[in-house]
């Protein structure tokens, strides 16, 4: 009988045992396979940050040569033309017997202009002095400084309460702006820039919208193969926003960006 007990309290404890032991093993399989996915998981993370952080630099870099070499264009033709009016209005001067005062005045105006003009640019090309503005003041000096020429007329709306943006994305949200105008300088042929902001509850919408010639839907597809406006929608895409860009021949563009605050 007292054998019978024994056996039965064995074949009891026997599988508790094992069964015991067999969550052991389960428990401390899933502690270490979740360790290791956790592992990974920080390290496919510090990768693509990595990659993020190397994208943003390359985008930034190849922003910063193309805003000097548009910078470079402006002061060969603006502020080179002036320095040049002006030198040639002192070899009058010098020539002259008698001082002509209205040409010694236009002499200053020409000389006063071309330093305004060096100021914006260095103003544009300073990024440190981009930290120091909002994203919004910082566009309106951009637009200031191309109304100042008296060719186009700018104009900016705001739309919601002023919010900031991540100090990362400003500089490059502010290079996306700047390209897009210098595009319009260059290609679109307008008399008229407006630039709206609108602060929504989570992102940030920017309308660069101008008055040009436009292009048509068959030139759609050559137009956005173009490097200038493939850069627009890739480095939208970068700091997770989006770019459209939507023209009528003889009609304008419109370029609209949306953007996360953070």
Same mark, same amino acid.
């Given at each position: ?54 994208? @943003?630099l390359? !985008?930034?870099? /190849?922003?910063? +040569?193309? *805003?000097?070499? #548009?910078?470079?264009?402006? =002061?060969?033709? %603006? $502020? ?7 030198? @040639?209005?002192? !070899?009058?001067? /010098?020539?002259? +017997?008698? *001082?002509?005062? #209205?040409?010694?005045?236009? =002499?200053?105006? %020409? $000389? ?10 260095a ?10 503005l #909002? ?42 702006v ?7 300088l ?13 602060f ?63």
């Amino acid at each position: 009988m007292q054998n019978d007990q024994d056996q039965e309290v064995l074949f009891v404890i026997i599988p508790s045992i094992i069964i015991f032991f067999a969550l052991s093993c389960a428990i401390v399989f899933l502690m270490l396979y979740f360790q290791k996915k956790k592992f990974q998981y920080a390290k496919e993370k510090g990768e693509l940050e990595k990659q993020y952080g190397e994208q @943003l630099l390359q !985008s930034r870099l /190849e922003m910063q +040569e193309q *805003t000097f070499d #548009t910078i470079s264009q402006e =002061i060969h033709d %603006n $502020v080179g033309q002036l320095l040049s009016l002006a030198k @040639l209005q002192l !070899s009058i001067v /010098e020539q002259n +017997e008698v *001082t002509d005062k #209205t040409l010694i005045t236009d =002499i200053k105006s %020409n $000389v006063g202009n071309a330093l305004t003009d060096l100021r914006d640019i260095a103003k544009s090309l300073s990024t440190s002095r981009i930290q120091e503005l #909002t994203l919004l003041q910082a566009v309106e000096q951009e637009l200031q400084r191309i109304a100042r020429s008296g060719v186009i007329k700018c104009s900016v709306e705001v739309s919601g309460n002023e919010q900031q943006v991540a100090e990362q994305k400003k500089i490059i949200i502010f290079r996306i702006v700047q390209e897009s105008l210098q595009n319009i300088l260059k290609h679109a042929e307008a008399s008229i820039i407006n630039v709206e902001f609108d602060f929504l509850t989570e992102q940030l919408k920017i309308t660069i919208d101008d008055n040009g010639i436009g292009f048509s839907a068959d030139e759609k597809v050559k137009v956005e193969t173009g490097l200038g406006l493939q850069n627009i929608v890739k480095r939208s895409a970068l700091i997770m926003g989006k770019a459209t860009i939507n023209s009528t021949i003889n009609n304008g563009t419109k370029i609209t960006l949306i953007i996360p605050y953070v």
